[in-house]
């Protein structure tokens, strides 16, 4: 099982911190990523990390966004700073593992310009 949180409603410029919580997998031999979907439009995937700590995000937060994992807490964090009107959305935690797609509950992020 998925559990975010950390989601809320914010100014354009400042900062969230969003935090995935796992249970059930072997997560420090899982690859976690961060997927969000706005509005009208479709799911996307944001960043990940492979269980070695490779990261990669999509062009629009890079430079803006981190994601991190702390293996000990079986926990996913995606730091999002100089947030924009353009991140507003439901952002998702996920994971591919033993051939299951888990999905936490998703949490809202709304950025007011």
């Known amino acids: 099982q998925l559990q975010a949180s950390g989601g809320g409603s914010v100014q354009a410029g400042e900062s969230l911190r969003l935090s995935c919580a796992a249970s059930?997998?072997?997560?420090?031999?899982?690859?976690m990523r961060w997927y969000r979907q706005g509005l009208g439009k479709q799911r996307e995937l944001v960043a990940s990390?492979?269980?070695?700590?490779?990261?990669s995000y999509v062009d629009s937060v890079k430079g803006r966004f981190t994601i991190s994992r702390d293996n000990a807490k079986n926990t996913v964090t995606l730091q999002m700073n100089s947030l924009q009107s353009e991140d507003t959305a439901v952002y998702y935690c996920?994971?591919?593992?033993?051939?299951?797609?888990?999905w936490g509950q998703g949490t809202q992020v709304t950025v007011s310009s």
């Open positions: 996920n994971t591919y593992y033993r051939s299951i797609d888990y």
């Open positions: 059930g997998i072997i997560f420090r031999a899982s690859s």
């Open positions: 990390i492979g269980s070695g700590g490779t990261t």
